[in-house]
């Protein structure tokens, strides 16, 4: 099983600041398709997961260009340009390349 | 539009059985993969099971492997996740979920399993 680890698992961020999380993953998530499957989702408060981003950095429809992901092979990392009132919640890193699929333990995003 | 609406979570005592449903709407149900996700309260997300368009390939978690099994019925678009053998542990939101590479999820269904 591919372990996902997340740092950090709590950021307090001001608002208009950059915010940042790391995951990173036990083995190299490359497939045997050649691509790289590595997503962040966002849950805010009482709410189901969303995806942000898919195979390290394509954002997903309708989600703001504030939200860029990058990395690879085992190393990938969500930012946050300027982090605003809306962006709070918990962010997971997720791999669907190997079965069984894993999930990082969550960072939770709140306002300083 | 795609929409994913779960069903049939409620409270069941230990060692009991529930059927979940996930009815699809927007996309091309046969076309896609499916799957569950669950989150126990205050806790992080536990990826459960997926099942092919076809449904001739299905993956579990250890979890829940043996205990649980996901299905599909194409002609209703529609997804399911019989659980077996329910415990304490079990008692969490479970998520349906169309294509992991590239995901939508629906709202949500809370199964509680408690004496």
């Known amino acids: 099983e591919i372990v996902m680890t997340q740092t950090p698992l709590f950021s307090p961020v001001t608002l208009g600041q950059p915010a940042s999380i790391s995951c990173r993953s036990s083995?190299?998530?490359?497939?045997?398709?050649?691509?790289?499957?590595l997503n962040w989702l966002q849950q805010r408060p009482g709410q189901p997961p969303r995806l942000l981003i898919y195979e390290i950095s394509k954002r997903f429809s309708g989600v703001p260009d504030r939200f860029s992901g990058s990395g690879a092979g085992t190393d990938f990392t969500l930012k946050i340009s300027r982090v605003e009132a809306e962006d709070v919640g918990v962010y997971y890193c997720m791999q669907p390349t190997q079965f069984p699929f894993t999930f990082g333990q969550g960072t939770k995003l709140e306002i300083k | 539009e795609v929409q994913l609406l779960e069903s049939g979570g409620g409270l069941v005592q230990p060692g009991g059985s529930l059927r979940l449903s996930c009815v699809a709407s927007g996309f091309t149900f046969s076309g896609s993969n499916m799957g569950w996700v669950r989150q126990a309260p205050g806790k992080g997300l536990e990826w459960l099971s997926a099942i092919s368009g076809d449904a001739a390939d299905t993956y579990y978690a250890d979890s829940v492997e043996g205990r649980f099994t996901i299905s599909r019925d194409n002609s209703k678009s529609t997804l399911y996740l019989q659980m077996n053998s329910l415990r304490a542990d079990d008692t969490a939101v479970y998520y349906c979920?169309?294509?992991?590479?590239?995901?939508?999820w629906g709202q949500g269904a809370l199964v509680t399993v408690s004496s």
């Open positions: 979920a169309k294509d992991f590479r590239v995901s939508y």
């Open positions: 083995q190299s998530l490359v497939h045997s398709d050649g691509n790289t499957y």
